[in-house]
Structures are given as structure tokens and as C-alpha cells.
């Protein structure tokens, strides 16, 4: 069992940044594939971004060229560095994985076996 565990939530203005973490201690990011997804309110939770374990990346479109995911596997830690929020950006966000791929640039839709708790991203 892969325990995931988000951090870096907050709230914040309009136009600003903001920086998610994942961490999964005792595991192996280079190994494995991680999502980020997030839950507006009233809303289904949508993928937003994922990185494979050889580091190739996919973002869907309302955050692509704003938000970029990255990972550090000598910490086991994965990032979303979110820049230029807008409101519509406001939700639970949650990291996932780990049997997941990212092919063709295509956000996975399958092999998110292991979810965290999530963290509120507030933006107004």
C-alpha cells in the first residue's frame, strides 16, 4: 500500500502562485507514474496533470502553459507549481498513482491505485 500524502494548499489572489507536494514515504518516484486531479465544488474531479516515471509529462488543457508537474525522487516528492491562478482554479486537489501511463502527452485515464487526502487550493 502506496500512502500519499499532499501539502501546500492555501488560499490566495488571483494572479498568483501556488506549490503542491506529494509525498510518499519509502517509495519510489522513479518507478512509478503520479497524477495530480483536483474537485471543484459541485463538479466532478478532473486529471489536470501527470508525469510518468521516465519524466514525460501531460496537463490538460486548462492548465497547460500555467501549471507544471514535476518530481524529486530522492525526496519521493512530486510538485505542482501553479502559476497565474484564477478563481476557477479553486478545489480540492489530490495526488495519485502509481501504475499509470503517459502516452503521446495524453493525461492517463487508469492506474491510479493510490490516492491522498487532497489539499484546498482557494483562489479569489
Known amino acids: 500500500h502506496v500512502q500519499l500524502v499532499e501539502s501546500g494548499g492555501g488560499s490566495v489572489q488571483a494572479g498568483g502562485s501556488l506549490r503542491l507536494s506529494c509525498a510518499a514515504p519509502g517509495y519510489r518516484y522513479d518507478t512509478y507514474c503520479m497524477g495530480w486531479f483536483r474537485q471543484a465544488p459541485g463538479k466532478a474531479r478532473e486529471g489536470i496533470a501527470a508525469i510518468d516515471s521516465d519524466g514525460s509529462t501531460a496537463y490538460a488543457d486548462s492548465v497547460k502553459g500555467r501549471f507544471t508537474v514535476s518530481k524529486d525522487n530522492a525526496k519521493n516528492t512530486l510538485y505542482l507549481q501553479m502559476n497565474s491562478l484564477k478563481a476557477e482554479d479553486t478545489g480540492l486537489y489530490y495526488c495519485?498513482?502509481?501504475?499509470?501511463?503517459?502516452?503521446?502527452?495524453?493525461?492517463?485515464?487508469?492506474?491510479?491505485?493510490?490516492w491522498g487526502q487532497g489539499t484546498q487550493v482557494t483562489v479569489s
Open positions: 495519485a498513482g502509481v501504475s499509470c501511463t503517459v502516452v503521446g502527452g495524453s493525461l492517463p485515464e487508469k492506474g491510479f491505485d493510490y
